[in-house]
């Protein structure tokens, strides 16, 4: 039992690491053919009840979860919580504390049904870890795609691709999507306009003609925000500042209160004093290393002056930051 819950976490880590592939640079080739498209149906709803933090363990939740089918978007995750409740005892006393626990919250019938398929589970789950050794660990947005592609077909094969889908087909179209709208946004070749096209193929493609489907939607508004400089990153470093400036309040404005806008236009502002500050010092610190009429001694004591004359109050933490650097190179 400890073996499969070993598997189950280093699958966890894994998938850490392909979301964080989807996020980097590498693999702008593009990707083909879809794990799952649009024909799988997983609609808005399906979505939002995968994000949620779902507890099952009362006949009230198990029926509200389960009342149509023991397969869905939330049965592997119901499944990891029985191998964490019944973790520290064999293999044989595990399924038997299982058993006995489905038939408190469902009814004999169901809760018989579930076992037979939580038993199919563990033991698919016993041997997935010597089939994911065989397989290239992915480096590329193209390669994380690949693997995701293997892993369900593996699924497909062991459980049937009707039952392999309704088990995982929601949490392997989220990472998909992910993985695809991470290499067209982060994909440097690609104008803001460009990149923006080829999302609404994608929403199309993954989703249907309704993009509300697409779990964009759930993102807060900073993180929306955000992506938006990314994607447009290429025209806006081609700006210049007043333009520049004039782009990124139009995004702030699609995300975000008036009032929010003027907040963040506020800190822009300090900022921008901040780096002023910065510049202005360090030409007169330069100018101060470049005086040859002065010791090493003048000239420490000269820039200790300039600091605290520019910096005031921050003027250690300033030099604390400058030590560190120094040690750093």
Known sequence: MKRTIAIAIALTFLAVLLYRLACSREGSREPQGYVIDKSANISRDDVMRYFKNVRIDSPETAGQYFSESVANAQTVRFFKSLQWKFREMSLEDHLKAVHDYLLTIMDPARAEEMFALYKKFTKFEQGLGSVVRTWKQPATVNGALAYLRNLQDHRRDFFGKELADSLWGTEVKLQEYRFRKGQIIHDDALTGAEKEKKLAS???????????????????????????????????????????????????????????????????????????????????????????????????????????EVFGSEADAFRRRENIMKASK
Do not use: H
Request: glycine fraction near 4%; avoid cysteine; aromatic fraction near 10%.
């Open 202 to 308: 994608l929403k199309g493609d993954m989703w249907g003609s309704d993009s509300a489907d697409a779990p964009d939607g759930f993102q807060k508004p900073f993180d929306r925000y955000t992506e938006k400089l990314q994607m447009y990153s290429r025209d806006l470093d081609g700006m210049a500042e007043a333009d520049k400036s004039v782009r990124i309040r139009e995004f702030r404005r699609e995300y975000f209160s008036d009032d929010v806008v003027k907040r963040l236009e506020g800190v822009d502002t300090e900022l921008a004093a901040e780096k002023q500050k910065e510049e202005d010092y360090r030409r007169q610190e330069f100018r101060i290393q470049s005086d040859v009429n002065l010791t090493a001694d003048e000239k420490e004591r000269k820039i200790l002056d300039l600091q605290n």
